[in-house]
Protein backbone atom coordinates (compact mmCIF):
# COMPACT_ATOMS: atom_id res chain seq x y z
CA UNK A 1 0.00 0.00 0.00
CA UNK A 2 1.28 3.81 -0.28
CA UNK A 3 2.65 5.21 2.38
CA UNK A 4 1.30 8.35 3.91
CA UNK A 5 3.65 11.60 5.29
CA UNK A 6 4.36 14.60 5.38
CA UNK A 7 8.26 14.53 6.37
CA UNK A 8 10.48 12.69 4.63
CA UNK A 9 13.38 10.98 6.45
CA UNK A 10 16.24 13.00 7.11
CA UNK A 11 20.21 11.89 7.93
CA UNK A 12 22.19 14.17 9.24
CA UNK A 13 25.94 13.60 8.44
CA UNK A 14 29.22 15.37 8.96
CA UNK A 15 31.31 16.46 6.43
CA UNK A 16 34.29 14.04 5.44
CA UNK A 17 32.21 11.75 7.22
CA UNK A 18 30.25 8.21 4.90
CA UNK A 19 26.84 8.40 4.58
CA UNK A 20 24.66 5.33 4.17
CA UNK A 21 21.10 5.63 3.13
CA UNK A 22 18.47 2.82 3.30
CA UNK A 23 15.72 1.82 0.99
CA UNK A 24 13.27 -0.87 1.31
CA UNK A 25 11.27 -1.88 -1.73
CA UNK A 26 8.31 -5.00 -1.90
CA UNK A 27 8.39 -6.43 -5.22
CA UNK A 28 10.16 -9.32 -5.23
CA UNK A 29 10.22 -9.33 -8.75
CA UNK A 30 11.90 -6.04 -9.10
CA UNK A 31 14.88 -7.11 -11.16
CA UNK A 32 16.62 -3.52 -11.76
CA UNK A 33 17.71 -0.88 -9.22
CA UNK A 34 18.35 3.12 -9.49
CA UNK A 35 19.22 5.67 -7.05
CA UNK A 36 18.81 9.41 -7.67
CA UNK A 37 19.96 12.35 -6.27
CA UNK A 38 17.84 15.20 -6.32
CA UNK A 39 19.25 18.75 -5.51
CA UNK A 40 16.47 21.95 -4.84
CA UNK A 41 14.79 23.67 -7.54
CA UNK A 42 16.25 20.28 -10.21
CA UNK A 43 14.72 16.95 -11.10
CA UNK A 44 16.11 13.93 -9.67
CA UNK A 45 19.64 12.39 -11.63
CA UNK A 46 20.87 9.18 -11.88
CA UNK A 47 24.05 8.11 -9.65
CA UNK A 48 24.19 4.71 -9.62
CA UNK A 49 22.28 1.73 -10.83
CA UNK A 50 22.56 -2.34 -10.28
CA UNK A 51 20.93 -5.09 -11.15
CA UNK A 52 19.80 -8.42 -9.89
CA UNK A 53 22.12 -10.75 -10.49
CA UNK A 54 24.59 -8.31 -8.40
CA UNK A 55 24.69 -7.53 -4.82
CA UNK A 56 27.26 -4.93 -4.70
CA UNK A 57 28.08 -2.30 -7.31
CA UNK A 58 30.67 0.49 -7.32
CA UNK A 59 31.10 4.33 -8.93
CA UNK A 60 32.99 7.31 -8.07
CA UNK A 61 32.87 7.43 -3.68
CA UNK A 62 29.37 5.94 -4.07
CA UNK A 63 28.22 2.40 -3.69
CA UNK A 64 24.93 0.41 -3.62
CA UNK A 65 24.02 -3.00 -1.98
CA UNK A 66 21.55 -5.01 -2.96
CA UNK A 67 19.89 -7.31 -0.10
CA UNK A 68 17.25 -9.32 -2.34
CA UNK A 69 16.86 -12.07 0.75
CA UNK A 70 15.48 -9.12 3.11
CA UNK A 71 14.43 -6.77 0.42
CA UNK A 72 16.79 -3.80 0.77
CA UNK A 73 18.66 -1.55 -0.85
CA UNK A 74 21.05 1.06 -0.03
CA UNK A 75 23.58 3.73 -1.62
CA UNK A 76 26.70 4.63 0.45
CA UNK A 77 28.31 7.69 -0.11
CA UNK A 78 32.24 8.23 1.11
CA UNK A 79 33.78 11.48 2.56
CA UNK A 80 30.40 12.77 2.17
CA UNK A 81 30.38 16.10 0.55
CA UNK A 82 28.54 19.39 0.95
CA UNK A 83 27.69 19.38 -2.51
CA UNK A 84 25.90 15.92 -1.61
CA UNK A 85 23.13 17.46 -0.05
CA UNK A 86 20.15 16.88 -1.56
CA UNK A 87 17.09 13.90 -1.72
CA UNK A 88 18.02 10.79 -2.51
CA UNK A 89 15.24 8.25 -4.02
CA UNK A 90 15.43 4.33 -4.96
CA UNK A 91 13.37 3.27 -7.51
CA UNK A 92 12.64 -0.29 -9.02
CA UNK A 93 11.29 -2.11 -12.45
CA UNK A 94 10.37 -5.51 -12.77
CA UNK A 95 10.17 -4.38 -16.47
CA UNK A 96 13.84 -3.54 -17.32
CA UNK A 97 13.78 0.04 -18.08
CA UNK A 98 9.75 0.70 -17.62
CA UNK A 99 7.63 2.01 -15.05
CA UNK A 100 9.78 2.35 -12.41
CA UNK A 101 8.48 2.78 -8.86
CA UNK A 102 10.27 5.13 -6.34
CA UNK A 103 10.74 5.68 -3.10
CA UNK A 104 9.49 8.61 -0.56
CA UNK A 105 12.92 9.79 -0.71
CA UNK A 106 15.58 10.37 1.83
CA UNK A 107 17.01 13.69 2.74
CA UNK A 108 20.32 14.10 3.31
CA UNK A 109 21.62 17.13 5.19
CA UNK A 110 25.97 17.57 5.39
CA UNK A 111 26.97 19.41 8.27
CA UNK A 112 30.04 21.37 8.06
CA UNK B 1 20.10 23.83 -23.42
CA UNK B 2 18.83 21.07 -21.30
CA UNK B 3 18.04 17.41 -22.63
CA UNK B 4 14.19 17.64 -20.82
CA UNK B 5 12.34 21.26 -20.98
CA UNK B 6 9.42 21.87 -19.14
CA UNK B 7 7.08 25.18 -18.76
CA UNK B 8 6.63 26.84 -17.62
CA UNK B 9 8.41 25.93 -14.49
CA UNK B 10 6.03 27.73 -11.85
CA UNK B 11 2.58 28.72 -12.57
CA UNK B 12 -0.25 29.65 -10.29
CA UNK B 13 -3.94 29.10 -11.00
CA UNK B 14 -7.34 29.57 -10.07
CA UNK B 15 -9.50 26.79 -8.86
CA UNK B 16 -11.69 25.37 -12.30
CA UNK B 17 -9.14 26.91 -14.58
CA UNK B 18 -8.00 24.92 -17.06
CA UNK B 19 -4.02 24.96 -17.59
CA UNK B 20 -1.17 23.19 -19.97
CA UNK B 21 2.41 21.79 -18.42
CA UNK B 22 4.36 21.25 -21.72
CA UNK B 23 7.74 19.33 -22.04
CA UNK B 24 10.15 18.31 -25.22
CA UNK B 25 13.61 16.48 -25.32
CA UNK B 26 15.98 16.47 -27.48
CA UNK B 27 17.33 12.80 -25.81
CA UNK B 28 15.66 11.04 -28.98
CA UNK B 29 14.12 8.96 -26.71
CA UNK B 30 10.42 6.85 -27.78
CA UNK B 31 9.15 6.94 -23.83
CA UNK B 32 7.90 9.76 -22.34
CA UNK B 33 6.25 9.81 -18.42
CA UNK B 34 4.65 12.72 -16.00
CA UNK B 35 5.09 12.31 -12.69
CA UNK B 36 3.86 14.32 -9.79
CA UNK B 37 5.59 14.68 -6.55
CA UNK B 38 4.42 15.51 -3.25
CA UNK B 39 6.24 16.05 -0.05
CA UNK B 40 6.58 12.47 1.82
CA UNK B 41 5.16 10.81 -0.84
CA UNK B 42 7.95 10.02 -3.72
CA UNK B 43 6.85 10.44 -7.25
CA UNK B 44 3.51 9.15 -8.36
CA UNK B 45 3.47 8.25 -12.52
CA UNK B 46 0.02 10.20 -14.24
CA UNK B 47 0.78 8.75 -17.35
CA UNK B 48 3.26 7.76 -19.94
CA UNK B 49 3.63 6.90 -23.39
CA UNK B 50 5.85 4.80 -24.90
CA UNK B 51 5.66 6.24 -28.37
CA UNK B 52 3.37 8.63 -30.50
CA UNK B 53 0.36 6.51 -31.00
CA UNK B 54 0.27 4.95 -27.48
CA UNK B 55 -0.91 6.85 -24.08
CA UNK B 56 -1.54 5.23 -20.94
CA UNK B 57 -2.81 5.76 -17.30
CA UNK B 58 -0.51 5.82 -14.43
CA UNK B 59 -2.14 5.24 -11.07
CA UNK B 60 -2.90 8.71 -10.58
CA UNK B 61 -4.42 9.72 -13.79
CA UNK B 62 -7.83 10.92 -12.32
CA UNK B 63 -8.22 14.92 -13.41
CA UNK B 64 -5.45 14.88 -15.94
CA UNK B 65 -5.47 14.25 -19.17
CA UNK B 66 -1.92 14.17 -22.02
CA UNK B 67 -1.37 14.68 -25.35
CA UNK B 68 1.83 12.75 -27.59
CA UNK B 69 2.08 15.73 -30.24
CA UNK B 70 5.43 14.52 -31.42
CA UNK B 71 8.30 11.86 -30.75
CA UNK B 72 9.54 14.83 -28.93
CA UNK B 73 6.62 16.97 -26.95
CA UNK B 74 4.11 15.60 -24.11
CA UNK B 75 1.99 17.76 -22.85
CA UNK B 76 0.20 17.24 -19.63
CA UNK B 77 -3.13 18.88 -19.22
CA UNK B 78 -5.66 19.84 -16.01
CA UNK B 79 -8.87 20.53 -17.91
CA UNK B 80 -10.30 22.18 -14.38
CA UNK B 81 -7.62 22.42 -11.61
CA UNK B 82 -7.89 21.93 -7.66
CA UNK B 83 -6.24 22.88 -4.77
CA UNK B 84 -5.15 19.11 -4.17
CA UNK B 85 -3.58 19.41 -7.70
CA UNK B 86 -0.98 21.92 -6.15
CA UNK B 87 1.95 19.83 -6.68
CA UNK B 88 5.57 19.91 -8.52
CA UNK B 89 5.24 17.98 -11.73
CA UNK B 90 7.93 15.83 -13.97
CA UNK B 91 8.42 14.86 -17.39
CA UNK B 92 11.05 12.24 -17.66
CA UNK B 93 12.09 10.10 -21.06
CA UNK B 94 13.55 6.56 -21.68
CA UNK B 95 13.71 4.50 -24.20
CA UNK B 96 14.62 1.02 -24.26
CA UNK B 97 19.06 1.83 -24.20
CA UNK B 98 18.96 4.26 -21.43
CA UNK B 99 19.43 3.75 -18.11
CA UNK B 100 16.19 4.64 -16.09
CA UNK B 101 14.95 8.11 -16.66
CA UNK B 102 16.20 11.63 -17.75
CA UNK B 103 13.94 14.14 -15.92
CA UNK B 104 13.26 17.35 -16.65
CA UNK B 105 13.92 20.39 -14.15
CA UNK B 106 10.15 20.38 -12.73
CA UNK B 107 6.65 22.75 -12.92
CA UNK B 108 5.72 23.92 -9.51
CA UNK B 109 1.85 24.10 -9.65
CA UNK B 110 -0.37 26.15 -7.33
CA UNK B 111 -4.01 26.18 -7.17
CA UNK B 112 -5.70 28.77 -4.87
Known amino acids: GESVGLHLPTLSVQEGDNSIINCAYSNSASDYFIWYKQESGKGPQFIIDIRSNMDKRQGQRVTVLLNKTVKHLSLQIAATQPGDSAVYFC???????????FGPGTRLSVLP | DADVTQTPRNRITKTGKRIMLECSQT?????MYWYRQDPGLGLRLIYYSFDVKDINKGEISDGYSVSRQAQAKFSLSLESAIPNQTALYFCATSDLNSYGYTFGSGTRLTVV
Open chain 2, 27 to 31: KGHDR
Open chain 1, 91 to 101: AETDNYGQNFV
